[in-house]
């Protein structure tokens, strides 16, 4: 892997970054004042607890995903209970299937997840081995650089042990690293056998993998009968709401629901902080499509020229993981993408991602492998973004075919399926069978209904059959299980078999499913790191480079003293951001002004506005613009003006600069 | 209870309303078409989905109270899980207390909450009294006027049994109801006993009340000895954050934090729709405030002329429901409301609810009772809105005191208290321990941390005695049971105790709690209720007059017809709407231009801009307020201007009525 760097070209580094994020309560371990609490018993891992910054974070990305998917196109928002039936679950498949792989430690208890385990144990060894060759990547050689990595580095190279592999291990253990989604529970333990990997944490051999459903089970009413779960997805909400939506959207097609709200998965050992977590908001997207006609989509053309990192399956089940550029029209045509609507939204994701403010260089699309693709999968592209953990999956983009609509339909006896009219009706020539229902009912009385059920499930070869033998010999002889003789002898008084054209002017179809599904916390965790970096020279001074539409607060207002005199012009102009609708924080605290902006740097609050002397006297104002720290100064409408239309996005802080005179005033050092 | 009408006069029936919300998809049962599959066993009761209008209209309601509570007062909004450990509701209080009295049916099984069914049966009681003493409600003789209700009436009266009761027990059942949420379990049996209440389905004996706790119960991680809960409200989250928000708000007090979120309660027996559900969305403020000085508010000014309808516990212990309007300066001043930040909660519930656009006729205040306060609340007023079925609570406004603070600091040793440095330094004059350490140790070895221990646990006032003793004797006996012997003599060369004055600069205190909490899907319902009506002699026509600033949508957008020729212009006012951020729907289908308003007033959408004939000759459009069915006619500047106006609210139909042109075009007749 190349060297993770960060928008200032220096080396990423997650000890001042993670000491950033939880200085200024962007997130924080749930319920951290009991892990620590004598005698206290109970599992908190995976769980977090957004602060104010994260939380207005949050909620700007959710608002800019709702603008982006569900304003734009006019999708069906719905809010779906979390709560859901056995029953439902069952039917989708989740509780056979939603499983992962669990060993547990033969000696001291503990659970660990097959496929990390391994992942764990292979790179430690590779790690080992590089540092036996006296390999050293281009980041280490970074960090190298740096003083403050030299004790990490120490500490780092204690837990790898030194071990040189044999050039075929150490190929057969990237292959197997490259494939590792991709083998079921037999596979992972056979590698687990055949490369005795054990627990790291005290050298224990574990015990053969076992499935562990990652639904949380709970009982719904004060009957303990009613098994429920919390949903691992929003997305069966949606699908048995489909016949109401359908109809809400007057019956017409294509169309999409969406959902934004919590879904609950009971990891086996969530360690990678806000990655891997129990508990988190996701935003589905649910499009229905007609199957037939390849899947196409009407805005197509929109993001066809468009250019994405594609890493497909063929690729990686080849055991390497070289990505390639190209178009998405490209893509589509040459079947690397399935179909149209599945290109369409990767290429929406991409444009989503890129408005928030995520790394483009950090982005690409990797195709499920056949084994790792969802129960419910015909084919899945994951928006992956790249951190300090490796690359993360921060979105789905999967093709459910027409999977759970059937299943839930079957299991239900309510028809999910669209109607349409056939602009050309459909001429269908076919064997019909005429009885007379008012001689058949006399004639075989209790049996009667066995008899007809029995005639009309006569396929239509046999229907032909049994023509001829009518037209020939008078009578046929027909198995009826529901009656004690077993059949029925039906004479042509009784029946008849004619050929005729039956018109269908309509048509019934079970649409298909594409699914862009987003993990917003994860996304919210990969842009932290993504725009984060610090002032040359001075880990000590980071900031977070969120661009204003997602920023958690637009604009830092800040008196340059305690001074009294500066109080009526920092109300005034608070209020009036207020009516402006632009989110803002005062800081009238005692520290100096830098410790302020450096502050708000932090907070990734992108402006700042100045009260000082010199309002006092001419009523202008300082604007501050956070990743050049260059200021302007003008009148307090200029400045204002100048700020909507930064946060709007109709101006960029280039523009400002050489419309508002510079202004070089206060020190920003302490 | 007077009769409920709508805001057009006439009575609110519940039964063409409930179609229309179906009809329009605010909301629906969950899982609906499971709860009619064959063989489908699960509870599904109390949960329910939202369709896009409900969707929308939550969002909009949610965005309101984020302006009017958190941005308003900058409140530090956090968002924490839903999945808590049980240590942290065994401390709270919840594992013990959060429960609910629940009544088994003898014979059938059925579960019943103790006082409903006690509720259900003296009010049926009681109208069977009315209806045998021929005394009918102004509500009934308003439905008896409405042949609608003919029907129905005649079923109810089937229900209910005619039995005329003597005077003094209709007396005691009418004060039985309005204490009815006073009594403990015991005090619900001996009721039941008394009165012979029984399961109405089926008129079986049910078995004295057990308690039932709410909570949904779970098991976090692979392994099952860590129970988990979903959490019943959202604070508990908010106060095991208290340190670390006081810390981000820079030690400053007083302040608040905010949070929105889906909380849990496992509702024993759940009729009432989306009154009473099983999951629901709660938006909640914890303001934490300095007990000393009598909770004052700095802002109390703006709430104390406001006159509120007020319902306090003497009245309700008394056995009536008379409410008083009252002033909230005076509820404060005369104590009937127990502090000013107390009041003034209650006064910005009263301001958000009627911005939202509740019937401010259908409010009120309600005071908690002594055994009805939640475990942790010193005093809690309720607001509550007038449906068709009753008073229903819809936000609490509880002084939680320093209860949860005090439990959850004491259980994990964590100081959740708030140091201040005082103004005045606080002087103490104290009896001091001096040791001399460095001949305790030698003296007591292993022992002398026990000694040390012993001596400082020692009260203010032994320590004089002592005092006295070591002057007069020169040598004390204290108690230190971590001694083999269990005492230790101390001469004058190891202590000394002596009157000294210490200065205290701080002053550590744990805040306390005001709570209001706000459930927003039951806020929902009631605003439902209160905006509808129905256009007068015709029930079919249903209106929502659901206010521009919460409307699921602003703005319908038609072309009077399919003609090709609108379609540009339709497109054109869509974009430039999308621009001004202003959401809306475009209704192009072959519906009449009459029903396809209809079906807007259904939605609750307020305006309606239609694009016709005159549009294509001189660019104007109509604009139509829904309530009035008025319109006029503009230039698209005028009319989209006039739009921005009403839905920022900085304008009123009323005005745009006064400037633009009348317009008596389109009939909206079918």
């Known amino acids: 892997m190349a060297v993770l760097t960060t928008r200032s070209g220096g080396a990423f580094d997650r000890t001042p970054f993670e000491a950033l994020v939880k200085r200024r309560l962007f997130y924080t371990p749930s319920f951290e004042i009991y892990r620590t609490a004598s005698g206290f018993v109970g599992d908190t891992k995976g769980l977090f607890d957004y602060g104010p910054p994260g939380c207005a974070l949050q909620a700007n990305i959710v608002d800019t995903w709702r603008k982006h998917f569900v304003l734009e196109e006019n999708m069906l928002e719905v809010d779906c209970t979390v709560l859901t039936p056995e029953e439902v679950f069952k039917t989708s498949g989740h509780v056979d299937k939603f499983s992962d792989w669990m060993c547990k430690d033969s000696k001291n208890g503990d659970y660990l997840r097959a496929d990390h385990l391994i992942e764990n144990v292979l790179e430690a060894r590779l790690k080992g081995d590089k540092a036996a060759r006296g390999v050293s990547t281009e980041e280490d050689k970074e960090k190298d650089n740096d003083p403050a990595n030299a004790k990490k580095k120490k500490r780092a190279v204690k837990d790898v042990k030194v071990v040189k592999l044999d050039d075929d291990v150490a190929r057969e253990y990237e292959e197997i690293l490259a494939r590792i989604d991709n083998y079921d529970g037999t596979e992972l333990g056979q590698l687990i056998k055949k490369h005795d990997i054990r627990n790291p944490d005290g050298n224990n051999e574990v015990l053969p993998p076992v499935p562990f459903n990652l639904m949380f089970k709970t009982s719904i009413g004060p009957s303990s009968g009613s098994i429920g779960y919390l949903r691992p997805e929003t997305a069966q909400g949606q699908f048995v709401n489909f016949k109401k939506l359908l109809e809400f959207n007057q019956g017409t097609m294509p169309f999409a629901s969406a959902s934004i709200g919590k879904s609950y998965r009971n990891e086996i050992s969530p360690r990678t902080g806000l990655l891997r977590v129990r508990e988190f908001l996701m935003a589905e997207v649910e499009h229905f499509v007609d199957p037939e006609g390849g899947k196409k989509h ?36 040459s079947k690397v993408i399935d179909n149209e609507t599945l290109g369409y939204f990767v290429g929406r994701i991409h444009m989503f991602l890129e408005k928030i403010g995520v790394d483009m260089k950090k982005l690409r699309f990797r195709q499920h492998m056949a084994n790792e693709m969802a129960h419910y999968a015909a084919d899945c592209w994951d928006a992956e973004l790249l951190t300090s953990y490796g690359w993360i999956e921060c979105v789905g983009c999967a093709d459910r075919s027409a999977y759970d609509l059937s299943v839930h339909s079957k299991r239900t006896g309510e028809a999910l399926v669209v109607r349409e009219a056939r602009e050309h009706p459909l001429k269908i020539e076919e064997w019909q069978v005429d009885i007379d229902k008012k001689k058949l009912g006399p004639k075989f009385r209790k049996g009667a209904k066995a008899v007809e059920e029995a005639i009309e499930a006569v396929t239509q070869q046999q229907r032909e059959t049994f023509h001829e033998i009518l037209k020939k010999d008078g009578v046929i002889t027909i198995d009826v299980p529901g009656l004690p003789e077993g059949k029925a002898d039906l004479d042509k008084s009784l029946i008849d078999i004619v050929r005729r054209t039956r018109v269908e002017n309509t048509r019934d179809y079970t649409p298909n499913v594409i699914e862009p599904s987003f993990g917003i916390g994860r996304i919210l965790y990969c842009l932290l790191e993504h725009t984060y970096w610090h002032r040359p020279g001075d880990v000590a001074r980071g900031v977070l480079s969120i661009p204003p539409l997602v920023a958690p607060t637009k604009v830092l207002l800040v008196p340059l003293s305690r001074s009294p005199e500066f109080k009526p012009y920092v109300k005034k102009l608070s209020s009036r951001l207020r009516t402006l609708g632009i989110s803002h924080n005062v800081d009238d605290s005692s520290a100096s002004i830098g410790k302020r902006y450096s502050r708000n740097d932090e907070l990734g609050t992108p402006f700042g506005i100045t009260v000082d002397f010199d309002t006092v006297k001419d009523e202008t104002i300082t604007l501050r613009e956070r990743d050049t720290t260059k200021q302007v100064r003008a009148s307090v409408d200029d400045v204002l003006g100048a700020v909507v239309n930064l946060v709007n996005g109709t101006e960029i802080w280039a523009d400002v600069v050489k419309r508002l005179p510079e202004f070089v005033g206060q020190s920003e050092d302490e």
Chains 1, 2 share one sequence.
């Open 298 to 333: 009407v805005r197509f053309d929109e993001v066809e020229n468009m250019e994405v990192l594609l890493l497909d399956r063929h690729t990686q089940l080849a055991g390497n993981t070289e990505t390639k550029v190209m178009t998405i029209g490209d893509a589509v045509k």
